[in-house]
C-alpha cells in the first residue's frame, strides 16, 4: 500500500482535536508521510465531527474521500460518512458505535465489556490512538510521551487516566492484528523525522512573521482565528502585538494606524468580518497606507455554513470600499506557498501603500502535511525616507508611488487623510487636483501588473483542454489531472488572483477548451478572467456545498466534460 485513509468520527466535545494531534505527529516522528484534513459542525458540544488522516510511504498533498479505516466513537458516524466507505473498509468500534448495516465486509467490534466502557467513556479519544498506533505497529513510549503532553496542562490524575486509555486501546489493537490479521504494511521514510510540519493557518502565521509584521489585530471568527491564536502563543518570542479588539472596525482601524506609525499590522478575518470593515479598506486607499489582511473564507451569505469551506469571497474582496484603489490579493496553492506569500503580502503593501490580501480558506487552514520544503523568505526593510522640511506626503510622480515618511522622524508633517487631498495632504476640491490624485494612486497598477507572480503550468505544455483554478485547490486538481490521464489536458493555476500577469492572454488563446474548477455558486475567478480578456469559460465544475474538494469528485467531473458531457 502506499496511501491509507484514516477516518476518526465523534462529537465536538470528545476530544477530536486532540486525537488528530497526536495521531499526526505519532506517524510523522514515526517515518511516516501524513496528510491531515477536518469536517465539523458548528456547534461546542454534540454533533458529528471527523478528522481525515492520509498516511503513507511518500508525500501526501491531497484530499481524497475514500475510508480505509474507520474508526467511530459516537453514534450516526457510520452513516454520515457511508457514502466514502468501500466494500474493503475496515470498520472499529464497540458494538454501541456500530449502528446501522455499514456497506463494508469487516467490522471488528471492540473486546470490552460495559464496565470498561463506562470507565474510559472520556477518555475514547485517546483510547483510539493507542488502537489506530498499534495497527500500525507505533512505538508505545513514543504515544506515551505524546499523550503526557497533549495533557501537560491537566491534573495528573487526568493524566493517568488517560495514559491507562492509550494503554487499553493498544491492547485492543494488539488482538485485532492477531485475531483478526487487521494490520496496515507501509514503507517509512528517515527523511520525514526532519521534515516539518504545519497547518494553513501557522504557515500564513509564519509567513507573516518573516515579512516582519510586530502588530495583529482581529475579532474572533471562525476559521481565521487559527492565526489569532497561533501568534498569540509567539507574540512574547517575536516582541509583536496581538490585540482582540471589540469589534472587525475597530480591528482595521488598528492595523492602519500600526502601519501609519511605523510598525507592519496584519489583521485575519472571515467573509462576515471583512464586510464590516470595508470603510476602512477605502480609508487605506485613499490614504495610502499600507494594510494587510488575511481572509479565511467560509460558505455565505450571511453567517452561512462558518465551519465548512468556500471560494465564494474572491468578489468581496476584489471590489471591497467604495471608490476606484488598486490592491494586491493572493491565494497560495499550499502550505509552502503560504509561508512565501505572506511575507510577500507585507512587502507589496509597503512598497505600494496599497491594501494587500491574502486569501485562504477553512480547508486550507485546517489541513496538515509534512514538508522538506517551507522555506523563511527574507524580511524586506520598511521603504520609508526620513521627512524634509517642505514634506509632500503625496508626491505626484511618474509610478504614482509617493515617498513615504514616519510622523516624529524627520522635520516635516506627515499627514494621513480620507479626505481628496493636495500634494501635502491638505483637503481641497480643486477640479485639477481632483482629476489627478485618483490618476496617481492607479498609475501604481500598471506596476503591480509587471510584478504579478505568473501561474503555475501541471501538464503538458501543449495542451488542448486547460483546467483553470485558484487556492488550495491546487494540489487536489494537480492529482486529479495527473491522475486522469487524458491526453492534451493541463492545469493552470494561480496564487496570485488580481492584478493577473500580461502572460495570462497566451495561456488562454491556446487553449480550445477551458473548464474553470472553484468552490462557489457562479466561477467568481472565470468570470473575472471572461471580463479581463474576452474569453468565455461556460463550462464550470462549481462545488458549494461546504465540503472538500476531492480528487475523485473532480477525476469524475473532467472525464464526463472533457469527453463531451455537460456538467450539472
Known amino acids: 500500500m502506499q496511501r491509507v485513509n484514516i477516518v476518526l468520527g465523534g462529537q465536538a466535545g470528545q476530544g477530536v482535536n486532540t486525537v488528530e494531534r497526536i495521531l499526526i505527529r505519532a506517524f510523522k516522528q514515526s517515518g511516516y508521510h501524513i496528510y491531515a484534513t477536518k469536517e465539523y459542525m458548528s456547534r ?3 454533533g458529528l465531527n471527523t478528522i481525515t488522516i492520509s498516511v503513507g510511504s511518500s508525500p501526501i498533498r491531497s484530499y481524497r474521500e475514500q475510508i480505509d479505516l474507520l474508526v467511530p466513537f459516537t453514534t450516526g458516524v457510520i452513516d454520515w460518512v457511508a457514502p466514502r466507505l468501500t466494500p474493503q473498509a475496515i470498520i472499529l468500534g464497540s458494538d454501541t458505535f456500530l449502528d446501522g448495516t455499514p456497506p463494508t465486509e469487516h467490522v471488528f467490534a471492540l473486546d470490552w465489556d460495559e464496565e470498561d466502557e463506562k470507565n474510559f467513556k472520556k477518555e475514547l479519544n485517546t483510547l483510539c490512538a493507542g488502537m489506530v498506533t498499534a495497527l500500525f505497529d507505533i512505538d508505545q513510549n513514543l504515544v506515551e510521551e505524546l499523550v503526557k503532553e497533549a495533557f501537560d496542562d491537566k491534573q495528573a490524575s487526568i493524566v493517568e487516566k488517560n495514559l491507562k486509555a492509550l494503554h487499553y486501546g493498544w491492547t485492543q489493537g494488539e488482538k485485532l492484528k492477531n485475531d483478526q490479521n487487521c494490520t496496515f504494511t507501509l514503507g517509512t521514510d528517515n527523511s520525514v523525522n526532519d521534515q516539518t510540519l504545519l497547518n494553513g493557518s501557522e504557515a500564513v502565521a509564519v509567513g507573516a512573521l518573516s515579512g516582519g509584521c510586530n502588530a495583529l489585530s482581529f475579532y474572533p471568527m471562525s476559521p481565521s482565528t487559527a492565526v489569532a491564536v497561533f501568534l498569540s502563543q509567539q507574540a512574547q518570542n517575536f516582541d509583536m502585538v496581538v490585540e482582540q479588539f471589540e469589534d472587525e472596525i475597530a480591528a482595521a482601524g488598528a492595523c492602519i494606524g500600526t502601519w501609519y506609525a511605523g510598525g507592519r499590522g496584519m489583521v485575519t478575518t472571515s467573509g462576515g468580518g471583512f464586510a464590516l470593515m470595508e470603510e476602512l479598506i477605502s480609508l487605506s486607499g485613499m490614504s495610502e497606507t499600507p494594510f494587510v489582511l488575511h481572509l479565511a473564507q467560509r460558505p455565505g451569505p450571511a453567517t452561512g455554513l462558518p465551519t465548512r469551506t468556500a471560494q465564494g469571497d474572491l468578489n468581496l474582496v476584489l471590489h471591497a470600499g467604495h471608490g476606484d484603489f488598486p490592491r494586491t490579493i493572493f491565494a497560495p496553492k499550499d502550505i509552502e506557498e503560504a509561508v512565501q506569500l505572506s511575507a510577500r503580502a507585507f512587502a507589496m503593501a509597503d512598497k505600494f501603500q496599497t491594501p494587500c490580501f491574502i486569501l485562504t480558506d477553512e480547508y486550507f487552514v485546517d489541513t496538515y502535511y509534512n514538508s522538506d520544503q517551507v522555506s523563511l523568505p527574507e524580511m524586506e526593510p520598511l521603504q520609508i525616507i526620513e521627512s524634509p522640511e517642505d514634506y509632500q506626503r503625496y508626491q505626484l510622480t511618474d509610478n504614482g508611488i509617493s515617498p513615504r515618511a514616519l ?25 485639477t487636483l481632483s482629476a489627478a490624485m485618483p490618476e496617481k494612486r492607479m498609475r501604481k497598477q500598471q506596476q503591480m501588473i509587471d510584478e504579478a507572480l505568473q501561474p503555475t503550468l501541471v501538464g503538458t505544455k501543449d495542451y488542448s483542454t486547460l483546467v483553470i483554478s485558484w487556492g488550495s485547490t491546487y494540489n487536489t486538481l494537480k492529482d486529479a489531472v495527473e491522475s486522469c490521464a487524458i491526453p492534451g489536458l493541463a492545469l493552470l493555476h494561480f496564487s496570485q488572483v488580481f492584478p493577473l500577469p500580461k502572460s495570462i492572454t497566451d495561456y488562454l488563446n491556446q ?5 474553470a474548477v472553484e468552490q462557489n455558486f457562479t466561477g467568481q475567478f472565470a468570470d473575472l478572467l471572461q471580463r479581463d480578456y474576452d474569453c468565455r469559460i461556460e463550462q ?9 474538494l476531492s480528487c475523485e469528485y473532480v477525476s469524475e467531473q473532467l472525464n464526463a466534460l472533457v469527453k463531451g458531457g455537460h456538467h450539472e
Open 511 to 515: 487553449a480550445q477548451q477551458i473548464i
Open 44 to 46: 461546542v458540544r454534540g
Open 407 to 431: 510622523p516624529g522622524h524627520g522635520q516635516g508633517v506627515v499627514i494621513a487623510n480620507g479626505n481628496e487631498h493636495d500634494e501635502y495632504g491638505d483637503t481641497t476640491e480643486e477640479i
Open 540 to 548: 464550470r465544475i462549481l462545488k458549494y456545498d461546504g465540503r472538500a
